[in-house]
């Protein structure tokens, strides 16, 4: 009785309950013919492509600048970074990786210039963040039209200059992670090994950071920036290196999105990604100023596993091709259910 | 007269914080007009039962807890402290609970506002009704005056010295008409003897119009001043209860404690001009709100143990603080000869400076965080001890073992009341926080230590305890100590020599043993318009 007490306690009554849920969708599941061994396959690969940008919330709420609803800078990183791969002729896992080391100075410098902004909005981070995230979405519509890209792969047919808003993968690294010793069980079961990996090894970077010296420092400067100060800790400076970690795994998150997904959406495309990677986070039991791998790795899962089954569900069970508008009311109602759950935990 | 009722009875109170048993069938009855005096060791459970009575969060949030609760005979249960606000109980907790950005009067009446009415309130609702700010200054006013203090209803709360704080706070639970009992857990801790006094006199003029009061101290004498009568805690179990006139102090210690205790004087040596000045502070003013330094210059000595007293807002706590770069100062500090750049924390460190804060909530401790991480955070982050380097020192690796063995050997020094290393700080009672906030300051391993109220909300036992430890820790490794403390008895103990700080500059430098009047002079003010030459023990 009370080992059960304590998981709950441990756990908390709102992962428990989606738990619970989620497992009877896969119940449910194969009694309105959906397959479960291809839901399963789903929602691990859901998993893989949202697990980092999730893992990149971390940093900024340990050090107290909140929930990154700027999430969409660190994006457009990761996009400057695939389309500078593509422009320039890489493929394969040269054109990954390639990709990824273009992203990684972007993400730096913008994630600095961010840094020094939330320093001097303390308090309101989070709405600031908010509109970092609009305004350089906006920003980067234009010059998607306006840089000199030349490669016929990614600009538009017609015209013959600025970038389509949908670029397609096909010959550089689709599922370049996914299909990396990729275990297949018949026609519908697969499980991405390297992506799973390669979410693995930015878990462990992510886990190690915190166990150094500035890892804890930033921990403290979270916790109370007071003591922090008082311990000669440079507090702008943690939060700014919290930013730009936060900002080169958003870079990084993208890109391991986009080579599952296979394609690479620009314009609006990073709008939509902020919110799901809060919503799951918070879900895996976040607060505002406290969040930690496992709250990202069993948020990431609840909520992509949910936004995976109810959908799929449902439209077997209706016989109707309702899903997107399912998908959409599923994951919006869930971020908002989250955005509901965001606590900052008491001083 | 018949049989009274009583205002509240609490019976059979059993609270456990998940499994560990921190209350057990504690009962509790106070009278109508009565000033209960409640005392126990640190993480005795005083603040714990007191948070079951106001019906604070926490508790329900823990599990709750067993018993019964009555309020003039009829069974109550608190939801929220709000329930118990209504139920005519007010509660000035241990840790302050204002809202620094607000004046004493909005304060004071915060939800109590004295609204008037106008049309657009009538048409949509009270939430509309205008303030009625005079009427609420003098309601203010009136509360302050009942308590014999004189605060301005205006100052805002930030800028108020910790005694006129605790003052705000205890006026806000008087203004209520409705009040019937009162609980104060450690009112004092934070005041001035003088202060203390006026709070006490205050308490009985209020006990004297038929509010009954639960009064917690670790000041035993205090409790012998006011109370009727006392109740003992001792491991989360009533030991004694007496009316205070059938016991006396020694009795209380050792109920306490649970064991006899020996009063121990620990010995003062006579100050020596001639060792090595270590640190020399030279015309030091601090912005500090409340407590504004404006001209200090003084030198302390290699090994002394300086103490520095004076009234609340005087400006002794500003010192520390400039000092140790958490206020705005100028002037200029050296340390060992070298000057050390001020408003900059990580000089100061990096002097060999440390600092215990009067503020354990707000610099002193990470609370979410577990114990060896506070223990251990700042002599990490500015010594690098506690630090494996890795890849060649590429990496600089937090050796969580050597953390918890130093919070080990902190708990067992200083008798940390808590279920290991890794408990969350918040978890603590007031006074076994504040040891960790000494054990912080010693696993720096410091050249000067400035301690700010060391003892206070630290019951008697601890108390000896503390001061022999900075004591040993002053002498075994020579440690220059810095003392600044509202209770000049405690200075008078343990110091070397004295400083009494008023109106933000040093008022005369005495003796241990000088008299307690030349101190209270010195401390009003007294010597110096007749250009007395106290000073010259300097
Ligand atoms: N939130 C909490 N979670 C777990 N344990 C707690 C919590 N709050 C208090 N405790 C434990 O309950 C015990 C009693 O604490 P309490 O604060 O009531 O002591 P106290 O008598 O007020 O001591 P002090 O004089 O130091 O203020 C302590 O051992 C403390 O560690
Ligand atoms: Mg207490």
């Not at chain 1, 490669?151 to 690294?173: A, E, Q, V």
């Not at chain 1, 800790?233 to 599952?260: E, F, H």
């Not at chain 2, 354990?360 to 506690?386: H, P, Y």
Request: glycine share 10%.
């Amino acid at each position: 009785m009370r080992s059960i007490r304590r998981f709950i306690d441990t756990a908390g009554w709102p992962r428990i309950i989606i738990g619970l849920l989620l497992l009877s969708l896969f119940i449910a599941a194969p009694s309105v013919g959906v397959r479960v061994d291809q839901s399963i396959t789903d929602t691990i690969v859901r998993f893989g492509m949202n697990g980092i940008l999730v893992l990149g919330m971390i940093p900024m709420v340990q050090t107290g600048c909140g929930l990154n609803f700027g999430l969409p800078l660190g994006i457009i990183a990761g996009l400057l970074g695939a389309t500078i791969s593509i422009e320039i002729g890489l493929t394969g896992i040269a054109g990954f990786l390639g990709a990824i080391a273009l992203a990684i100075p972007f993400a730096v410098l913008l994630g600095w210039g961010y840094g020094k902004l939330l320093n001097r909005v303390k308090g309101d981070e989070m709405m600031i963040a908010t509109y970092v995230g609009f305004s350089s979405v906006s920003f980067m519509c234009m010059m998607w039209m306006l840089l000199p890209y030349h490669s016929p792969k990614m600009i538009w047919g017609y015209g013959g200059s600025g970038l389509r808003t949908t670029i397609s993968l096909d010959g550089f690294w689709p599922h370049i992670l996914d299909n990396f010793w990729a275990i297949r069980i018949g026609r519908n079961f697969m499980i991405p090994t390297g992506m799973i990996l390669f979410f693995a090894l930015m878990a462990l970077i992510m886990w190690a950071f915190f166990h150094t010296k500035t890892g804890t420092a930033m921990t403290a400067v979270g916790s109370n920036p007071d003591y922090a100060r008082a311990a000669g800790i440079n507090v702008d400076k943690m939060r700014t290196i919290s930013v730009i970690m936060s900002t080169v795994y958003g870079a990084i998150g993208i890109l391991v999105y986009q080579q599952s997904f296979g394609f690479i959406q620009l314009y609006n495309g990073p709008f939509y990604m902020a919110l799901p990677a809060v919503a799951a986070i918070l879900i895996g039991g976040a607060s505002v100023n406290k969040a930690n791998i496992t709250n990202a790795v069993i948020g990431t899962f609840l909520f992509q596993g949910i936004l995976t089954m109810t959908p799929s569900v449902i439209n077997n069970a209706i016989q109707s091709d309702l899903s997107e508008v399912v998908r959409i009311i599923v994951s919006d109602g869930m971020i908002v259910y989250a955005l509901t759950r965001a606590t900052r935990k008491s001083r | 007269m018949t049989e009274q009722q009583p205002v509240l009875q609490m019976q059979d109170i059993t609270k456990e914080y998940f499994g560990n048993r921190v209350l057990t069938n504690v009962c509790l009855d106070v009278n109508r007009g009565e000033i209960l005096g409640l005392v126990g060791e640190n993480g005795a459970g005083k603040s714990t039962l007191m948070n079951i009575l106001f019906g604070m969060s926490i508790i329900a949030e823990t599990g709750g807890y067993t018993g019964k609760v009555c309020i003039d005979g009829k069974e109550v249960v608190f939801q929220n402290p709000f329930d118990a606000l209504r139920a005519g109980i007010g509660m000035v907790h241990q840790e302050f609970s204002l809202i620094p950005g607000f004046t004493a009067t909005e304060n004071i009446l915060l939800n109590g506002e004295v609204l008037h009415d106008n049309i657009v309130a009538k048409l949509f609702g009270p939430r509309l009704k205008t303030l009625d700010l005079p009427e609420m200054r003098s309601i203010a006013e009136k509360s302050i005056e009942l308590l014999g203090v004189e605060i301005n209803p205006d100052t805002l709360v930030a800028e108020m010295p910790v005694g006129h704080k605790q003052f705000t706070e205890l006026a806000r639970e008087i203004h209520r008409p409705e009040m019937k009992l009162l609980v104060l857990d450690e009112p004092t801790a934070v005041l001035t003897e003088s202060e203390a006094q006026v709070l006490l006199t205050s308490l009985r003029r209020l006990a004297a119009t038929g509010i009954s009061i639960i009064f917690i101290t670790h000041r035993l004498q205090e409790i012998f001043d006011v109370c009727d009568r006392i109740v003992i805690l001792r491991d989360g179990q009533v030991v004694k209860e007496a009316a205070t006139r059938d016991t006396d102090i020694v009795q209380v210690a050792e109920l306490m404690v649970g064991r006899s205790m020996s009063a121990k004087s620990v010995a003062t040596r006579a100050y020596d001009e001639k060792t090595e000045t270590v640190i020399s502070i030279d015309h030091l003013w601090v912005d500090m709100p409340g407590e504004t330094v404006r001209d200090v210059t003084l030198e302390v000595h290699k090994g002394e143990i300086f103490g520095i007293g004076g009234l609340a807002g005087q400006g002794k706590l500003g010192i520390p603080n400039g000092v140790m770069g958490l206020y705005p100062a100028g002037g200029s500090v050296t340390v060992h000869g070298k000057p050390i750049p001020l408003n900059d924390p990580a000089a100061a460190l990096a002097a060999g400076m440390a600092f215990v804060s009067e503020d354990r909530r707000g610099v002193g401790l990470l609370l979410e965080e577990a114990l060896d991480l506070n223990i251990a955070s700042t002599a990490m982050q500015s010594q690098n001890k506690f630090i494996r380097p890795l890849l060649g020192g590429l990496l600089k690796w937090r050796d969580d073992k050597a953390i918890q063995d130093v919070a080990r050997e902190y708990i067992e020094a200083l008798d940390i009341k808590c279920t290991g290393t890794s408990q969350r700080v918040e978890e603590l009672s007031g006074g076994n926080q504040q040891k960790i906030c000494l054990a912080k300051a010693f696993a720096l391993q410091p050249d000067v230590l400035f301690v700010s109220e060391p003892t206070r909300g630290i019951d008697v036992g601890a108390k000896a305890r503390v001061l022999e430890a900075l004591r040993t820790y002053n002498r075994k490794n020579g440690t220059t100590i810095i003392m600044i403390s509202s209770e000049l008895e405690e200075l008078r103990s343990i110091c070397d020599r004295i400083a009494i700080v008023d109106e933000g500059r040093i008022a005369g430098i005495l003796p241990p043993s000088a008299t307690a009047k030349e101190f209270g002079l010195l401390m009003i003010g007294k010597l110096k318009g007749e250009g007395s030459e106290v000073n010259s023990y300097a």
